[in-house]
């Protein structure tokens, strides 16, 4: 008899042991493991927080009405810690340690950039919220976007000033990594195109503090107003600047600027500045759900630019329930996903894997964004 304990006891042991990952805990057989990306910790820690919050209420939701195909998804959140090298990291662990089924991966481009060889060597599906043009466009099958890239913010920043404003001289600046220069030079050639002059383009670094020389400068060169592609920290300090010097030019930003992390850090200065946005919140029956669902979890309200992540895991989900958990086959089911109402718009995805081709042009009143006109310039 005490042999035969013994011989139970090992076989358990054993039968554990396989269910064991990376992480170190025990995966029940009914569950889907999805990896999540974000940042966590480092320069964009607060966005990242913002984007968990927004995927939780996808994950409560789908395992709330049963999961996928009768099973749950376990979501396994690995810091990315806001570095190119974090990022990389933050995949390998999540394929090799967690072993993964399909990715929700990074919302900035230098870190998709970073990681995209990897991501095709592994072959995982992954949701990326980079808007840098070039990141579906350079023949990774496996990269997904759920937000419209810079092609279509640009496109749109430019359409209104030459249909809705009188401007005819634009001034530019930008950040210097990939969102921001990719940016940028889509905002310069559309410009271009649309018989705007472009006085003067300036760029600064990520973690640039002092924007009086670059105001001056763009000020003197005669712009009447300023198209900024950057991030967070950056456009709120440069908008603060900007007030302390008279506001000598328009200000329109890239999507950051109007992001609930931008608006807490520029509070009054932002103020009366326009913005592209992937969306208004209130826009679509979908979007009014998610905010109440949103408004329920966490008692505030959400953050527009975080949203991509609750969209990714719906999408995600809805695939592998109709491919099963083949890689290949999930991937084919993303790509033949059109006409699905999702919180940021309607997706209909491209076959170099971009959903979305609609943005938003906005006002800042009270601290919050408010429609000025919708503008769609097609999928690129």
């Known amino acids: 008899m005490k042999r035969l304990h013994c011989i139970f006891t090992v076989s358990l ?19 889907i493991r999805i990896g999540f990306t974000p940042t966590i910790t480092g320069t964009h820690a607060a966005g990242g927080a913002l984007s968990v919050k927004s995927i939780k209420v996808a994950l409560k939701e789908i395992n709330a009405a049963g999961g996928v195909n009768g099973e749950k998804i376990d979501l396994r959140i690995i810091d990315s810690q806001s570095s190119n090298p974090g990022a990389l990291a933050s995949l390998q662990k999540a394929v090799e340690q967690e072993n993964v089924l399909a990715l929700i991966g990074c919302l900035y481009s230098t870190q998709v950039s970073a990681t995209s060889d990897a991501i095709q060597k592994y072959g995982i599906p992954t949701f990326i919220g980079a808007t840098n043009i070039n ?41 210097t990594d990939a969102f921001g220069t990719g940016g940028a030079d889509l905002v310069e050639k559309a410009a271009k195109e649309a018989g705007l002059t472009v006085v003067k383009r ?73 913005a592209v946005v992937d969306f208004v919140p209130g826009q679509t029956e979908e979007n009014k759900r998610f905010a109440e669902a949103y408004k329920k979890e966490y008692n505030e309200n959400y953050d527009s630019l975080s949203v991509w992540t609750y969209d990714g895991l719906k999408i995600l989900a809805n695939a592998i329930k109709k491919a099963g958990k083949d890689r290949a086959k999930i991937r084919e089911a993303i790509l033949a996903t059109q006409g699905y109402k999702g919180v940021q718009g309607t997706y209909s995805f491209t076959p170099n894997g971009d959903g979305l081709s609609e943005v938003s042009i906005v006002q800042i009143e009270k601290g919050r964004p408010k429609l000025l006109k919708i503008v769609n310039v097609g999928a690129r």
């Open 13 to 31: 042991l054993s039968i554990m042991a396989l269910a064991v990952v990376g992480s170190g805990s025990v995966v029940a057989a009914e569950e």
């Open 135 to 175: 990141l579906t466009k350079r023949g990774n099958p496996w990269l997904f976007r759920v937000r419209p890239d810079d092609s279509v913010a640009a496109g749109a920043m430019v359409k209104y000033i030459k249909e809705d404003t009188k401007f005819t001289k634009v001034g530019i600046l930008h950040d």
């Open 202 to 274: 300036e760029k600064y670094g990520t973690a640039e503090k002092e924007f009086t020389p670059l105001i001056l400068l763009i000020k003197n060169a005669g712009a009447e107003i300023l198209i900024l592609y950057g991030h967070e920290e950056a456009t709120a300090l440069f908008q603060r600047q900007m007030r302390q010097h008279g506001s000598p030019f328009k200000f329109l930003g890239s999507p950051s600027a109007a992001s609930k992390d931008a608006l807490n850090l520029a509070k009054e200065a932002a103020e009366g500045i326009w």
